[in-house]
């Protein structure tokens, strides 16, 4: 395997580092050869559905890619152990920030494929990134929670007066999530912080931040792809609290284009460079 970091979870990762000075990455509308990496998607659980919509709406803008998906919980292991022995594969974690079981599954999996220790690039997380800013506007925007212009995607008066930007990962994807918060903000207009649903900074402690900066009308906007988390007990648990909650990113077009972003980089070292 191909590394490049050692971020906390303990594997190490690719797809941040930015390009040497005099050169770009190859477009996106540019053809592949045809020993280019495989494009395998990790997915968080056991439900495909998300996880399959990113791969087909990728497969649509590039259909000269081979987009693959492994569930973590059940298929990964067998779609690594699956790669042709003449190629190479780029596996990127369908989350939006740090998560250490994400990434002990997806090491467990390559490892027990015996894959070669060459063969396989892994990722970083889709987040931070101003795409995902972008995303979770409109996703408010479709529950009523945030209202916004579609063309400049900018708010022109929000629902709410407080926003929790609510990530799975504990305090470090929290962390993470605290740009994108701010992102969110500058969109919004209003306050904006990030939580974790699974530790500290919790979405009880946002609350009580929002509300003591004033904030009456408070809404969560889940920092997931989706297979993360129980969307549903979420919504649920939020409404009991008296918060708005709005859907997961799913297969938003801006998870599709961090996708392709992160494969970009992450091939490079297979197929070369372009030069300007």
Same mark, same amino acid.
């Given at each position: 395997?191909? !590394? ?8 190490? /990762? ?12 190859? +477009?996106?509308?540019?053809?592949? +050869?045809?020993?280019?990496? /495989?494009?395998?998607? @990790? ?7 998300? $996880? ?31 790669? +042709? ?14 998560? %250490?079981?994400? !990434? ?12 070669? @220790?060459?063969? /396989?690039?892994?990722?970083?997380? *889709?987040?931070?990134?101003? *795409?995902?800013?972008? @995303? ?6 479709? %529950? ?8 400049? &995607?900018?708010?022109?008066? $929000? ?21 994108? @918060? ?23 402690? %946002? ?14 906007? +889940? !920092? ?8 549903? &007990? ?8 008296? *918060? ?18 992160? !494969?970009? /980089? ?11």
């Amino acid at each position: 395997m191909i !590394y490049d970091d050692q971020p906390p979870e303990t594997l190490p /990762v690719r797809g941040r580092s930015s390009l040497p000075s005099g050169r770009h990455r190859r +477009p996106a509308s540019a053809d592949l +050869p045809p020993d280019a990496p /495989v494009l395998v998607l @990790a997915a968080p659980g056991k439900d495909p559905d998300i $996880a399959e919509e990113i791969a087909s709406a990728t497969r649509t803008a590039r259909t000269e890619l081979d987009v693959r998906v492994g569930l973590l919980d059940s298929t990964f292991t067998d779609v690594v152990r699956g790669l +042709p022995e003449d190629r190479a594969a780029v596996v990127v974690p369908l989350i939006t920030g740090p998560h %250490a079981r994400t !990434y002990a599954q997806i090491k467990a999996g390559i490892d027990e494929a015996g894959v070669k @220790a060459d063969q /396989v690039v892994v990722t970083d997380p *889709l987040g931070p990134h101003p *795409l995902l800013a972008e @995303a979770l506007h409109v996703r408010l925007a479709d %529950a009523g929670l945030a209202r916004a212009d579609r063309i400049r &995607q900018f708010s022109i008066g $929000a629902a709410t007066d407080g926003v929790i930007v609510a990530a799975v990962g504990g305090g470090d994807a929290a962390r993470e999530a605290d740009m994108t @918060a701010v992102l969110l903000a500058a969109r919004l207009a209003v306050p904006v912080v990030a939580a974790a649903v699974d530790g500290p900074p919790t979405v009880a402690e %946002a609350v009580t931040r929002l509300r003591e900066a004033g904030a009456q009308r408070i809404a969560v906007a +889940p !920092y997931i792809i989706g297979p993360e988390l129980d969307h549903e &007990q979420l919504a649920k648990l939020a409404a009991e609290a008296g *918060l708005g909650c709005g859907a997961p990113l799913g297969a938003h077009g801006s998870v599709v284009r961090l996708v392709n972003l992160r !494969y970009e /980089v992450a091939m490079e070292p297979f197929i070369g460079e372009v030069q300007e």
